[in-house]
């Protein structure tokens, strides 16, 4: 398919035995794909399935050319193919790595955005201040702070994006330097360090688990808001005398912090500096059609322009990851990608889950049926090139083209796993209409079909349902690449409109609260 007009169905791979309604199908209506036609058995809603063949009972069904589960009865050609008549079917695999590593792409080095440069040289896309809670018990007091902010004060600094207090849920009732604590320093140190953080205060209760000294010891943090390293700020509720005494003593931390801040201005920097997190949420049938390879291609543009590219939601490449294997730069690469599908086989398994359960059912009923056509779907964000690294949750990412992050699939901790990491900026691929916001990194919002993009316009920011219509997947690739360009550059996205993005973040709690 090449996406230059409008479609009834999409016939994905010439070995695929079903095809994927670009719009609502009618009983009885004759739809054509390849060089065939099938009349429709039973009305069909955008995103769902079709057979074009008989399928008996146990065979398997094919998307993108490959396995996405057996038939549980015989399927006549015509038939809506879901979750009555398709079946999740473990299946033993062999990997294959570094088998099929791409070519590079040819280098694009004339692309620039126009960012902060940081005393330390990375590069942001937003100039943020914020107040980091170490622990769940001095969120309050983290956001009496930001409330306190008089708006009139930071009109008098329009170089700053605002102020955003970083609250979460944990920080105690962990066991002290376990696997949950170490990752929650990651993430806080993360956010603190961040490219689009030019100031930070961190703020603890003081008889905490996650004490502001280790996480201050592990986490190498500095304060960068003058441009030289000084000793980070921290307060501790116990130590200052309370919560309004806490309040006060930040109030003038933040605003001392301000004019520094104020002082930085963008200026053209490569493409290459750019960090990109692919994520996608309340997909559809159509998203693996349209969103996801859409900002595949975009990945692509900027692998090429030097930038990096994160893929994340381990739990949704499973049934998909032999792709990412053979692409792997090398075969230690692709087998740490699988050790990590092995831990959350055994996470799910220990907890009383299992991985197939992941489709939501607004998944299915946007025409999902099975985590591996979830998961076939969500890798084309990845987009072609070859993968260069695999990274722990919130882990520092130190490698340029395209790389992978083990993350939930659950959105918001996995984005704020990706940035914690680096990403300085977010694309989000939706279907069903996720509504997500990322402070302090702009998410772009990319719809998989027209009719919830008109839907929830106020909410998203790229059509992809056009490839069903009139463009290419790489057109409007090309549209995505130029428009992080430009929101990297200061164009808001329709979250940032909204002020949606405080409440996202969301640091993954892996253990046990005690």
């Known amino acids: 398919m090449n996406g230059r007009k409008a479609v009834d169905v999409v016939h994905l791979h010439s070995d695929d035995n079903i095809v994927v309604a670009a719009r609502q199908l009618s009983a009885g209506q004759h739809v054509a794909f390849g060089a065939g036609t099938v009349e429709v058995r039973h009305p069909v809603r955008l995103g769902h399935k079709v057979a074009t063949q008989r399928i008996k009972q146990g065979e398997t069904v094919l998307k993108y050319g490959q396995v996405i589960g057996r038939a549980s009865c015989d399927i006549e050609p015509g038939d809506w193919v879901h979750v009555q008549n398709l079946a999740m079917s473990e299946q033993a695999k062999q990997y294959d790595f570094a088998t099929q590593v791409p070519d590079d792409p040819p280098p694009i080095t004339d692309r620039t955005f126009m960012g902060y440069r940081r005393a330390d040289g990375k590069a942001g896309t937003r100039n943020y201040l914020a107040v980091i809670s170490a622990v769940n018990c001095s969120a309050s007091v ?80 500095v304060q960068l808001t003058h441009g030289k390293s000084k000793a980070p700020p921290t307060l501790s509720i116990q130590e200052c005398g309370g919560t309004a005494k806490t309040v006060e003593q930040g109030l003038k931390i933040v605003a001392d912090m301000l004019p520094a801040a104020n002082d930085v201005k963008r200026q053209p920097i490569a493409a290459g500096e750019l960090m990109l997190g692919l994520e996608c949420g309340g997909s559809d049938g159509n998203s693996g059609v349209t969103a996801n390879p859409a900002l595949g291609a975009a990945a692509d543009l900027l692998v090429a322009a030097g930038g990096t590219a994160v893929l994340s939601e381990t739990t949704e490449i499973y049934g998909a990851e032999h792709l990412l294997t053979q692409r792997a730069r090398s075969r230690q690469i692709g087998e740490k990608l699988i050790e990590l599908i092995d831990w959350w086989k055994w996470y799910a398994k220990t907890l009383g889950g299992e991985l197939d359960n992941n489709p939501t059912p607004g998944n299915k009923d946007g025409g999902l049926t099975t985590i591996y056509e979830k998961s076939l779907g969500a890798v084309a964000k990845g987009g072609t090139t070859a993968l260069n690294g695999v990274f722990d949750y919130a882990e520092l990412v130190t490698k340029k083209g395209f790389v992978f992050m083990d993350t939930p699939g659950y959105d918001p901790p996995s984005i704020t796993g990706m940035v914690a990491g680096g990403a300085n900026m977010v694309c989000f691929t939706t279907g069903r209409g996720s509504c997500y916001g990322c402070k302090p990194v702009p998410s772009i919002k990319i719809a998989s079909n027209t009719p919830m993009y008109e839907h929830m316009v106020d909410d998203m920011d790229v059509n992809a349902g056009v490839v069903l219509e009139e463009q290419t997947v790489q057109q409007v690739g090309q549209h995505i690449f130029e428009m992080i360009l430009d929101t990297a550059s200061g164009k808001k996205t329709k979250s940032e409109l909204h002020g949606v993005g405080e409440e996202e973040f969301v640091p993954w709690q892996i253990g046990p609260i005690l």
């Open 142 to 221: 983290s956001k009496y702070i930001v409330d306190r902010l008089d708006e009139s004060i930071l009109c008098d600094y329009p170089n700053v994006d605002g102020v955003i207090a970083l609250t979460h849920s944990t920080g105690c009732g962990i066991p002290y330097g376990s696997r949950h604590h170490d990752q929650l320093n990651r993430v806080l140190s993360g956010f603190a360090k961040h490219p689009n953080v030019a100031g930070y205060l961190l703020i603890g209760l003081g008889c905490e688990v996650a004490t502001l000294t280790r996480l201050v010891e592990s986490g190498d943090l």
